[in-house]
């Protein structure tokens, strides 16, 4: 008898595209796999639809707030629904940047500086000297990301605008010059690093992480020997210390034009990584030998409550 997974997808964030794309994926290869498969597209009524259903497991395919915060997880933790991915904790951890910033910071993990303010206290003044990097506090896909240049004589006036959509309150960062880099980790075993070249934008924004050719990945990245080994190091550290479960991903910008061994920044934590076919985590998965179904099946077969 094959295991009956709810594949959790969809919901309402800003992310809700991406979730729809990354649960598609999941669905469709866990069917071919051999799962019996329900899809869900998580609405409020979500608890009602899982009690009905009765799944073996929930594959969280959710991204943004309340996917990935720790609400759902709350929500099959009381249920009893075993569950992929973090639990409760971590994932309200990692979602909150300035936590987990600090978190990282305890166990040695190097950061940037930052500062968590309102986004009105801004206003015409820099909050840290140019140039730097406003975001909100708990949003992923890099929604609501404003760089700020050397030159700019001050904060460009969206941040506390109406227009604005992602939270009252925002980190200031230091922004870090360099490469964009990211490293998976599946359960206790840190896998390959990856670099991610943008085409034609900054930063890995959200075209570049979703668009048909929006970014280069370079898998594995090309880097010193040391300095790939350290950002495995630092990626399985992350996780651990903020207590992860299955898989995730750590962000780091890696400056080489600073001192001999450069200077290398951990962003974030990604407790949700995104799963559709350009995805960064199904590709250093596969270049580590586990093809897509095989990486999914280990997601269900480590699939837990009281993560």
Not at 83 to 90: E, K, M, N, Q, R
Not at 135 to 164: A, L, R, T
Request: with cysteine; glycine share 10%.
């Amino acid at each position: 008898m094959s295991k009956h997974v709810a594949v959790l997808m969809g919901g309402f964030s800003s992310e809700r595209p991406v979730s729809l794309s990354s649960g598609k994926a999941c669905a469709d290869t866990l069917e071919e796999a051999g799962y019996r498969v329900s899809r869900v597209d998580v609405e409020r009524d979500v608890g009602s639809v899982l009690a009905e259903l009765k799944p073996d497991v929930a594959f969280n395919a959710l991204h943004g707030p309340f996917g990935e915060d720790g609400t759902i997880q709350g929500v099959l933790e009381y249920l009893q629904i075993p569950y992929t991915h973090s639990g409760v904790l971590a994932s309200a951890l990692a979602m909150n940047k300035e936590q987990a910033k600090r978190v990282a910071k305890a166990v040695g993990i190097p950061v940037a500086e930052s500062r968590v303010m309102s986004r009105f206290a801004i206003g015409n003044k820099h909050p840290m000297p140019a140039p730097y990097v406003v975001k909100p506090v708990s949003e992923g896909s890099s929604f609501g990301i404003v760089i700020v240049d050397e030159g700019q004589s001050h904060p460009p006036q969206v941040i506390g605008s109406d227009e604005w959509r992602y939270g009252d309150t925002v980190m200031v960062e230091r922004y870090i010059a360099g490469r964009e880099l990211t490293c998976a980790v599946m359960g206790d075993v840190v896998l390959g690093v990856t670099e991610i070249i943008p085409v034609g934008s900054k930063f890995y924004d959200f075209d570049a992480k979703y668009a048909t050719g929006g970014s280069k990945h370079e898998c594995p990245a090309n880097l010193k020997p040391n300095i790939y080994q350290k950002i495995q190091t630092l990626s399985l550290k992350a996780h651990q210390a903020i207590g992860c479960r299955g898989v995730s991903r750590s962000d780091f910008r890696y400056d080489d034009r600073r001192g001999e061994d450069g200077e290398l920044i951990w962003l974030e934590v990604n407790t949700q990584p995104g799963m559709t076919p350009t995805s960064l985590v199904p590709e250093i998965a596969l270049h580590a030998g586990h093809s897509f179904a095989e990486l999914l099946s280990w997601m269900v077969e480590d699939a837990s409550c009281l993560r």
